[in-house]
């Protein structure tokens, strides 16, 4: 009896039925992104929440001075802000935007991170109730090994 379905067409669907949600799920999935804060900092905090509304995991570390963990990742200091995290080898410093973030990790620059020197207003995490929709402009930058720096995104 034949009833019109081949044998390989089967195998294809079933093959795509199981490999589909796998690559999907490979897709979707984050690394842990591990951030190097005050305990008393409220703008970290709002940026960690915005990083895991993004759909990161978020590790914590509060500790005395984030310019101990910035220098021992070696990030300049002229890039500091108040936090320091890593994620996927990379080190990000200061309120990046989640998407840059996800950008970083999907295109793989050879660099030591990204940062946002300073603490812009507008920027995630300085963009509270308190700040009154006030948006100042901002750039993320790509900082390389040697610390140059090249401008990755810019926000206005």
Not at 27 to 49: F, H, M, N
Not at 75 to 84: A, R
Request: aromatic residues 8%; glycine residues 10%; proline residues 6%.
């Amino acid at each position: 009896m034949n009833t019109g379905i081949s044998r390989r067409a089967v195998l294809q669907a079933l093959a795509v039925s199981i490999v589909a949600p796998l690559s999907a799920g490979a897709q979707t999935a984050l690394p842990l992104l591990e951030v190097y804060k005050s305990p008393s900092c409220g703008c970290c905090k709002d940026w960690i929440r915005h990083l895991e509304a993004s759909g990161f995991k978020v590790k914590v570390n509060d500790v005395e001075d984030s310019r101990t963990w910035r220098a021992r990742f070696g990030m300049p200091d002229k890039f500091g802000s108040c936090h320091t995290a890593v994620v996927g080898g990379y080190v990000v410093e200061g309120h990046v935007p989640a998407a840059e973030v996800k950008r970083l990790l999907r295109d793989k620059p050879a660099a030591l991170g990204i940062a946002v020197p300073g603490m812009p207003i507008g920027s995630p995490g300085m963009d509270g109730p308190e700040y009154k929709g006030q948006k100042d402009m901002f750039n993320v930058l790509l900082v390389a090994e040697d610390g140059t720096a090249r401008v990755w995104a810019s926000y206005k």
